[in-house]
Nanobody, 122 residues
Framework: QVQLVESGGGLVQAGGSLRLSCVAS????????MGWFRQTPGKEREFVAA????????TYADSAEGRFTISRDNAKNTVYLQMNSLKFEDTAVYYC???????????????WGQGTQVTVSS
C-alpha cells in the first residue's frame, strides 16, 4: 500500500523558515512527479509547488515563487519543501502528492499524504 508521510511542520514566527519532508513507501518514487499543496478550513486545496521525476523542472504558485523551494532525493524516496520568509497567510495544512505528470491541479495526483500543520504567527 502506497504511503506518503509528511513531517517538519510546526509553529514559526513570521519571517522564519521551515523545511517540510515527505517520505514515500511502496511507490516507484522516481516514476512520479511530486507536488505540495496546502489547505485551510473552508477552502479548497491549493497548489504550492511541484517537481518532475528527475528534478529537471519545477513549478510554483505565485504565492510561493521566490520564497519556497521544492526538491527531491530519489535515493531516499523523499521530496522536500523549503519555506523561507514565511507569512501569516502561509498557515495551512500542507500535503504532498504523487502523480504521473507535473501538474498544478490536485486531480492529476493519485496519492496523497495525511498532511502536516504549518502555523505562522504574526
Amino acid at each position: 500500500q502506497v504511503q506518503l508521510v509528511e513531517s517538519g511542520g510546526g509553529l514559526v514566527q513570521a519571517g522564519g523558515s521551515l523545511r517540510l519532508s515527505c517520505v514515500a513507501s511502496e511507490l516507484t518514487f522516481d516514476s512520479y512527479a511530486m507536488g505540495w499543496f496546502r489547505q485551510t478550513p473552508g477552502k479548497e486545496r491549493e497548489f504550492v509547488a511541484a517537481i518532475t521525476r528527475s528534478s529537471s523542472s519545477t513549478t510554483y504558485a505565485d504565492s510561493a515563487e521566490g520564497r519556497f523551494t521544492i526538491s527531491r532525493d530519489n535515493a531516499k524516496n523523499t521530496v522536500y519543501l523549503q519555506m523561507n520568509s514565511l507569512k501569516f497567510e502561509d498557515t495551512a495544512v500542507y500535503y504532498c502528492a504523487a502523480g504521473l505528470v507535473l501538474a498544478t491541479t490536485a486531480r492529476y495526483y493519485s496519492y496523497w499524504g495525511q498532511g502536516t500543520q504549518v502555523t505562522v504567527s504574526s
